[in-house]
Each structure stands twice: as structure tokens, then as C-alpha cells.
């Protein structure tokens, strides 16, 4: 795939005749940069499902499976936010 002169390696995995998963491997580095996979009993991937994924991220589009924030990743914010406040306030 060279969609934006990346020159990365799309690499399917195939059990059977089903497309159940791929990796993008960057052709310079060797180092993995996405990993996808279905879990057991969804429909499998067609390859001309996954070559339109990664072409579409290459194009800025990054679909996003929830609108608002995870109720831990807020918790875990005002815990944050809550230990910095003090510790200004003593040093002050």
C-alpha cells in the first residue's frame, strides 16, 4: 500500500477461506504500526474491506466508536487534577 508514500505491508490473516484479521507492518522499520481482528462469530473481513480501512485512515478519517469520554478516563482525571492542586497549594 502506497497510499501517501508510507510503503507499507498490509499483511492479511487467512483461516480458511475467511479474512479474520491483518496487520500493517511499516516497510522501512519492520515495526508494526495497526493490528485488527474479529472475534469470534462476526462476519469475516473481505480484503477489499480491509485495503478501504487502511486507505481511509490514510485519508484522516479515524472512526471513533464512542462520543463521549469513559467514565475511568474521567475518574483517573479528576484524581489527577485533584493531586496537583494540592500539591501547589503546599508549596505556595
Do not use: C, H, K
Amino acid at each position: 500500500m502506497d497510499p501517501s508514500g508510507q510503503d507499507d505491508w498490509l499483511v492479511p490473516y487467512d483461516r480458511g477461506t475467511d479474512v479474520t484479521g491483518a496487520v500493517l507492518i511499516n516497510a522501512e522499520t519492520g515495526m508494526i504500526e495497526q493490528a485488527t481482528w474479529i472475534d469470534s462469530g462476526e462476519t469475516p473481513f473481505l480484503l477489499s474491506d480491509l485495503v478501504g480501512m487502511y486507505n481511509g485512515d490514510y485519508a484522516g478519517f479515524v472512526p471513533t466508536d464512542n462520543a463521549a469520554p469513559e467514565p475511568g478516563t474521567i475518574a483517573l482525571s479528576l484524581v489527577g487534577m485533584v493531586f496537583i492542586t494540592a500539591r501547589r497549594r503546599r508549596q505556595s
